[in-house]
DNA sequence: CAGAATCCACCAGGATACTG
DNA sequence: CAGTATCCTGGTGGATTCTG
């Protein structure tokens, strides 16, 4: 059974964290930055699904909450390299245990989620479609 | 630094779960029952802004995906009583984690949030009812 | 006290096309 | 390669009202 080390408030922190993570893509944002993905083209590669827009849109907001750095190179064709702040790494181990969680528990969470109508083809399929980039990753 | 442990894939285990977690309320929820506040008029109680409907709504949400278990009392007035489940609970230290890094964020946090133009009024003072009342609760 | 039924506003996020 | 401008829609979550 899990101990809560430290008592808590009920929601003070969540609502922190949740307003700066809340977004679709920008957990997987943080990871991909913190693995080194760092410029925009490996991003949009590696997050099928996910527009040029909406990343810029993730990306800038991440930025304006001071947990990502843009470096612009003025230069043809243009390059743009994203880096983790300080804050920005403070913030890898919540989501390293968001995507541990869900390795984790991986085989229910993929059958409730297919269960639920809510979920529509698209997001189902999503996971799967990450793994065989992981398995296509491995082999190449 | 920090240092990654594990090499992850990009974003599967992320994926399932934010599919789980997203929701306005639900990492609060989770957290609420996790510290002993198992009904529903509590609930409503500590988390001013939710309505009932949402509230039933991202509860249910919750139970479909196994991480709460819902127990109906058939009497008059009615009872009903939430408990997390084993997966639920096997959650709670990513929510704990969660909850811990925006406080410890909190000023930082708190002041790129705020000026956030696009964070609303209600949003941006949340955080300061949620202190108003753990400061309340500590008087009373 | 718990909850279902409506109705609705808003915005996140996707599609597309265009510029430097 | 990177970024922006429009446009559009689906869903989330809020307000209200009504039942057991």
Redesign the interface.
């Known amino acids: ?2 101990e ?19 977004g ?1 893509w920008k ?2 944002l943080l ?2 930055i ?2 080194d993905i760092k410029r925009p083209s490996e991003m949009l590669r ?2 099928p699904g996910a527009t040029r827009r909406v990343l810029n849109v993730q990306l800038r ?1 991440l930025e ?3 947990l990502v750095e843009k470096k612009t190179y003025p230069q043809l064709p243009p390059k743009v390299e994203y880096s983790l702040t300080e ?1 920005g ?18 085989s ?3 059958t ?2 297919t ?2 109508p809510k ?1 529509n083809e698209t ?1 189902k399929s ?2 799967k479609i ?2 065989q ?2 398995a296509d990753r491995k082999i190449g």
């Open positions: 059974m899990y809560r080390k430290t008592p808590l408030t009920i929601d003070c922190g969540l609502h922190l964290t949740r307003e700066v993570l809340s679709k957990p997987a990871n991909a913190s693995m590696l997050l907001e304006g909450h001071g804050v790494w403070s913030l890898m181990p919540v989501i390293d245990a968001m995507n541990q969680w869900g390795d984790a528990n991986r229910h969470l993929e409730v989620i269960q639920d979920i997001s999503a996971c990450y793994r980039m992981a």
